[in-house]
T-cell receptor
Framework: GAGVSQSPSNKVTEKGKDVELRCDPI?????LYWYRQSLGQGLEFLIY????????KSGLPSDRFSAERTGGSVSTLTIQRTQQEDSAVYLC???????????FGDGTRLSIL | QKEVEQNSGPLSVPEGAIASLNCTYS??????FFWYRQYSGKSPELIMF????GDKEDGRFTAQLNKASQYVSLLIRDSQPSDSATYLC???????????FGGGTRVLVKP
């Protein structure tokens, strides 16, 4: 079966623009996570969706960041008024349920000029 | 104190030797422990997970967990050049469900 699919694979945009990143989890996986990895930095948790429960947004760095998950499947991470410090690889992961291993997509490399 | 501590390396091992990677964590509520391998420019790939104290073996990999000492390790036997990568330790709280990643240990296997 297909793995976690993320698009676009690369995104270059100007400072101040809004961007949308998409994640299509493995079919049947109820848990979906967003992380980011900045150059030379570790993986940082952003947000977590589990079924129909309220998402855990505790990792979002500012109110410019938001995410939604429609129909319990595809998720979109939106960054408004992008800043240069937002440049990073944004990784999406899914798992069959919480507490089970997470499988990562290939990520979206975001570059803010 | 960082939540998850790993030696950044590089850990240089000759081909065929055992690579030993260590990880300590601060949250005693951590229940599940995952090891990911990340090649340069690629996304993390799950290689091992362990939930209970003791050893768990899978092929050339062995994970060891000691919750009392808040310590988890990964052994790579018969190391191959293809094992050269960064290995990420990631504890998971039962309640929180997010993974908290260590900074990773870079392993370099020399032919």
């Amino acid at each position: 079966g297909a793995g976690v699919s993320q698009s676009p694979s690369n995104k270059v945009t100007e400072k101040g623009k809004d961007v949308e990143l998409r994640c299509d989890p493995i079919s049947g996986h109820t848990a979906l996570y967003w992380y980011r990895q900045s150059l030379g930095q570790g993986l940082e948790f952003l947000i977590y969706f589990q079924g129909n429960s309220a998402p855990d947004k505790s990792g979002l760095p500012s109110d410019r960041f938001s995410a939604e998950r429609t129909g319990g499947s595809v998720s979109t991470l939106t960054i408004q008024r992008t800043q240069q410090e937002d440049s990073a690889v944004y990784l999406c992961a899914s798992s069959p349920s919480s507490n089970q291993p997470q499988h990562f997509g290939d990520g979206t490399r975001l570059s803010i000029l | 104190q960082k939540e998850v501590e790993q030696n950044s390396g590089p850990l240089s091992v000759p081909e065929g030797a055992i690579a030993s990677l260590n990880c300590t964590y601060s949250d005693r509520g951590s229940q599940s422990f995952f090891w990911y391998r990340q090649y340069s420019g690629k996304s993390p790939e799950l290689i091992m997970f362990i939930y209970s104290n003791g050893d768990k073996e899978d092929g050339r990999f062995t994970a060891q967990l000691n919750k009392a000492s808040q310590y988890v390790s990964l052994l790579i036997r018969d190391s191959q050049p293809s094992d050269s990568a960064t290995y990420l330790c990631a504890p998971q709280k039962a309640a929180g469900n997010k993974l908290t990643f260590g900074g990773g240990t870079r392993v370099l296997v020399k032919p």
